[in-house]
């Protein structure tokens, strides 16, 4: 019987043994798409303890928490660091077999050396000696990073952002590039005239352009866009329940534009074509400055309406949601494609019913010039785990070209969240060391370390120019 999370973890046979320790575990992480704070970043900031480094903004580990019934107090609320930490402790033994389970140890034992397994019996020890190391230097924001050998990081920001940090941290002495992403949601959210008017006139500040019309907030977009690519911005990134791909016409999105600045209520098929035609222009905006598109389809946020009045987004009420898919994303990039502009594109899906179907739909507009220019994105959230990863990759793998896969990502609001890198890999060698030991691939290691390798690095770096 194998030892819990040993230095073969994940690994079930020789060859993903040898996959996993010769070719990926050394390689460095490039973390093209998360939530971490450039702010933080910037000041290399030191966390007081494990718990604002840990548990703080990880809405993963509060959907646990309120599953085993742990007050919220002890969750978002008023309850001491230490007595959140004892209550995420207290129901860790409850995790067995969610990914949260492996990826607690994993970060333990990566980040501190720390190889119990936590629960209430370990947890006062576990937490002092972590807490003694965070008040190091070497345990700093920076310093974290390159403990875990991050190459890369792209940050997720709105356009209008000043991206200061960017500056401050490109213009210091650290050697992880840390680069924005694109991410203009707000700026299609006209579902409350109040709040969207608000940001419009943000944006026109920033801008330096008077939004009045529709044409003016395409302009303010590009002149923002292209100071994001003059700080070294190479991706955008949209989180959409679905792809919007409503006919429209000039005059059509003039009058709706003009009917929302006006503070008015659009109906449901004004705001379906609001946001196709700026989900369109902002298409073509990354194509023509040379940038890869991620869409994030399928989240059915903030279901629990009174926990949202009280707390707000982002804090684990969102769900798996079930919406049409293969029509819209048809239509949206067959028209970039029939234009000749549609550039470098990432689709990930929140729901697993769909992976066959991202798989084949991509395929569907590879160019014949860009290698693995259409990408069927990593599991994303509720499927960046064991069984969600595994079936991502055998439904690419089927359907598509695993070899060209650029591969993982956090997108992770946590600097403990890097391990997950290693996580994905220990999956992906495992995967291909059962074919070779079932006698589905050849035992070619010179074939199968590159492919390893690709998927886990050097694909990512060169699909996106890093």
Known sequence: MKQFMDENFLLQNKTAETLYHEFAKDLPIIDYHSHLGPDE??????????????????????????????????????????????????????????????????????????????????????????????????????????????????????????????????????????????????????????????????????????????????????????????????????????????????????????????????????????????????????????????????????????????LGPDKGYDSIGDFEVARPMSKFLSRLASEDKLTKTIVYNLNPRDNELIATMVGNFNDGITAGKMQFGSGWWFLDQKDGMEKQMNALSSLGLLSRFVGMLTDSRSFMSFPRHEYFRRILCNLIGKDVENGELPNDMKLLGKTVQDISYFNAKKYFGF
């Open 41 to 310: 970043i910037a000041a290399d900031k030191q966390f007081a303890n494990l718990t604002k480094i840990w548990l703080e903004g990880d809405h993963y580990k509060w959907r646990a928490m309120r599953a085993n019934g742990v007050p919220e107090e002890f969750c978002t609320g008023s309850a001491s660091d230490e007595q959140k930490f004892i209550k995420w402790a207290e129901t860790v033994p409850y995790t067995l077999r969610n990914p949260l389970y492996h990826w607690t140890h994993l970060e333990l034992k990566r980040y501190f050396g720390i190889s119990e397994v936590l629960n209430p019996s370990t947890a006062d020890r576990i937490y002092k000696d972590a807490n003694q190391k965070l008040s190091t230097k070497e345990f700093s924001v920076q310093s974290l990073m390159k403990k875990m050998n991050v190459e890369v990081v792209c940050t997720t920001d709105d356009p209008i952002d000043s991206l200061e940090n960017h500056a401050k941290i490109k213009s210091g002495h650290f050697l992880t590039k840390v680069l924005p992403t694109w991410r203009p949601d707000k700026s299609m959210a006209a579902e409350s005239p109040e709040i969207y008017n608000t940001y419009i006139d943000r944006l026109s500040e920033v801008s330096g352009i008077e939004i009045l019309k529709y044409s003016d907030l395409i302009l303010a977009l590009r002149k923002r866009q292209a100071f994001f690519n003059s700080m070294g911005c190479r991706l955008s990134d949209h989180g959409l329940e679905t792809f919007y791909a409503e006919d429209f016409t000039t005059a059509e999105t003039d009058r709706i534009f003009a009917k929302v600045r006006s503070g008015k209520n659009l109906d449901q098929k004004e705001l379906m074509v609001l946001k196709s035609a700026l989900l369109y222009e902002l298409a073509i905006m990354d194509h023509e400055s040379g940038w890869t598109q991620q869409f994030h389809i399928g989240a059915l946020r903030n279901n629990n309406g009174k926990m949202f009045k009280l």
